[in-house]
């Protein structure tokens, strides 16, 4: 499971709060909806805020108090909204928001050492074994931009093995249904945004899928880029998996099919590391406008194909296809492209539909940079 910070570690930033703001009850337990805390020219508080995991609309907030209102995963605390006229957390500057904001209103989670644990595994799991908390589930596999099939090496490779034998799935079907969807997506010219398969295909769909979608990039030239790239670097394909085809249990309900950049084939460092971002960028896009559709959907329906609530991503485009760029790099990229994912308005429907991201163990080497960006966005 995840980890949050401790208690241990909040305990401090608790205690700080209560000096600046001289209330001798400030807890985490005790702040309530509507409740109003007054932050206007305090940006320590800010600071402490975002370390904590709470969000705020911009670093200079327009109005002298903050709506607290609950996160909508446990996995995130409790989130600081300061309301606009519209009723929507924006930022005051009208450029977007600021990097505070961004990284506190991200919903992240860290994996722990799965080696930790007497008798672990030596890498993070794909999917859970056990539903230990009611979230559906979906996992990013770094995909092979070739072919765009499931299974050979790597985690390709176990996504192809535990598809197999945990859900039954037709895993040698899957290269020939993605290219088709990527066919279909490109055929016309690329076009951007989120693309169901049509019904068309549903003949050459694998057992195991219910519904697919492909997303190039969010605007034309970022489809267009992706749509003309040999290795289709930054492309993402969405499966949802039938209820009777979901590995190991019920709320394991999907693959994000996500093709990386392999250093060999791009021109320099800098160019590899720019697609890196566009990944980041394109399964962050690509999950919350497909759990924005489901939204929309009757309750039948959103039961047989539920949101992609939490996403374990793995580092894409690491290991051997980063060449010799150090796999920080790497890993920084995957994350700024998640941040640049993140709804500009930062409306509570557009929070609602952004899975929490969950980071696999790699050394630690999301942690290690998700703390260093934190630190360089709350340094005065």
Known sequence: MPVCPSEKERLPLLKRLREIEKLEELDQSILQENQ???????????????????????????????????????????????????????????????ARTLLASAKMSFCPDPKSVKGGPAFTSIYERKASDGVFCASVNAGAGRNLKVGGGTINGQFGKELWDAGWHQTDHYGAFHMALFKHATGTGSHPGLIEAPAALARTRPEGVSSSYIYLGQTDSEAESVGKDPGRGGLVILDAFDKSHRPYHPANVGMVYAVGPDRADEANDSVFLQKVRLVGRNILSACCAYNASRSELGDSDVADSPQFQRVRLCLVSGGKFAGRVPKEKVAEQLVVGLLDALPESLTSEALEAAPVIEFAYDGDVFKRIWDQLCGEATRP
């Open 36 to 98: 109003k805390l007054e932050i206007a020219g305090k940006p320590e508080i800010l600071d402490a805020l975002a370390i904590l995991g709470l969000k705020t609309s911009d670093e200079d907030v327009s109005g002298a108090c903050a709506d607290i209102v609950p996160a909508s995963s446990p996995d995130v605390f409790l989130r600081v909204v300061a309301p606009s006229a519209g009723g929507a957390a924006e930022s005051s500057k009208g450029g977007g928001p600021c």
